[in-house]
Nanobody
Framework: VQLQASGGGLVQAGGSLRLSCAAS????????MGWFRQAPGEEREFVAA????????SYADFVKGRFTISRDNAKNTVYLQMNSLKPEDTAVYYC?????????????????WGQGTQVTVSS
């Protein structure tokens, strides 16, 4: 699966952005999907994941109640709706595919990665 992330940008604290990740190649609807982020000088960290059907999700504690992951298998796209953004959310956001069908927060479980999209939140 090839992944193309988009939707990043510059937003003020308290604002919202919706990231999209379009997939092509293998059958998208069979696989789990995740979002990770990486700030300068930091490790890439888990943000959210969704199962193949969209029926199960998982979130990092620092985004619970603010971010929502969803997917549209008819459009081969996974989304990350980000609300109440904070300056500490500033990072490059990556989508990734897990060829298993479940939900995982383990970076090593993901098999293919998109190129990343920059999110910058100003205070």
């Amino acid at each position: 699966v090839q992944l193309q992330a988009s939707g990043g940008g510059l937003v003020q604290a308290g604002g919202s952005l919706r990231l999209s990740c379009a997939a092509s190649g293998r059958t998208f609807s069979r696989y789990g999907m995740g979002w990770f982020r990486q700030a300068p000088g930091e490790e890439r960290e888990f943000v959210a994941a969704v199962s193949w059907s969209g029926g199960r999700t998982s979130y990092a504690d620092f985004v619970k109640g603010r971010f929502t992951i969803s997917r549209d298998n008819a459009k081969n796209t996974v989304y990350l709706q980000m609300n109440s953004l904070k300056p500490e959310d500033t990072a490059v956001y990556y989508c990734a595919v897990d060829y298993g069908a479940g939900v995982t927060n383990n970076r090593a479980d993901y098999d293919s990665w998109g190129q990343g999209t920059q999110v910058t939140v100003s205070s």
